[in-house]
């Protein structure tokens, strides 16, 4: 099994629509938990930390299930801007190591 | 907002050559981390380091690399005889307030080995 391991993608969707992303890891005994963001050829972009009791930004919503070992993101009212790679992220021993593992990402295309 | 800086941002070098990226971080971070990306591949996790000493390295951070922080501002990753397969995209990172918290990404280097 995968560290982290994501929806392959690609989400295709219109401007306006939901899209929510999957994500399963397979330590249990992870300590922390992101969403990334990551625009083509570029460096990944922190979009939100996940916390156990789920977590809110604008549009954006995660949550996290320790005991699926599952992380989601929502993201209502896609816009244009919203066109990247989402970046399923884990760490693993807290702050022990600071050791990131990334998912493979999924590339989400919003059009018009 | 403060941001991660890396240079060069472009590196092409020969096969067997050193190399060093520059990077500085966030100016009140205390944590740094270096990462890659292989194209079309994920970001995987280097090295981290805190108070002058590596926390963490992984398998790929073999005696090849070398990572320091020679002054107050810059950390810097060293690769001694870069290889083919050491091209990739290098990601500096940096975070606040611990080695399990959010980590801010400067925008890379393109290392290119021919």
């Known amino acids: 099994r995968k560290e982290v391991e994501q929806d392959p993608g690609p989400f295709n969707v219109p401007e306006g629509a939901t899209v929510a992303f999957n994500c399963t890891y397979s330590?249990?005994?992870?300590?922390?938990f992101f969403w990334y963001r990551q625009d083509c050829r570029k460096e990944p972009k922190l979009l939100m930390s996940v916390y156990s009791s789920g977590n809110e930004d604008g549009r954006f919503t995660a949550q996290l299930n320790r005991a699926s070992q599952y992380i989601s993101l929502l993201i209502r009212d896609s816009k244009l801007s919203d066109s990247a790679t989402y970046l399923c992220v884990v760490n693993p021993l807290g702050n022990q190591g600071g050791k990131l593992i990334f998912g493979q990402g999924t590339e989400l295309s919003v059009k018009p | 907002e403060p941001e991660v800086t890396q240079t060069p941002s472009h590196q092409v070098t020969q096969m067997g050559q050193e190399v060093i990226l520059r990077c500085v971080p966030i100016s009140n971070h205390l944590y740094f981390y270096w990462y890659r990306q292989i194209l079309g591949q994920k970001v995987e996790f280097l090295v981290s380091?805190?108070?002058?000493?590596?926390?963490?390295k992984s398998e790929i951070f073999d005696d090849q690399f070398s990572v320091e922080r020679p002054d107050g501002s810059n950390f810097t990753l060293k690769i001694r005889s870069t290889k083919l397969e050491d091209s990739a995209m290098y990601f500096c990172a940096s975070s606040q307030t611990g080695l399990g918290y959010e980590q801010y990404f400067g925008p890379g280097t393109r290392l290119t080995v021919t």
């Open positions: 380091f805190y108070n002058n000493e590596i926390s963490e």
């Open positions: 330590n249990s005994a992870s300590q922390s």
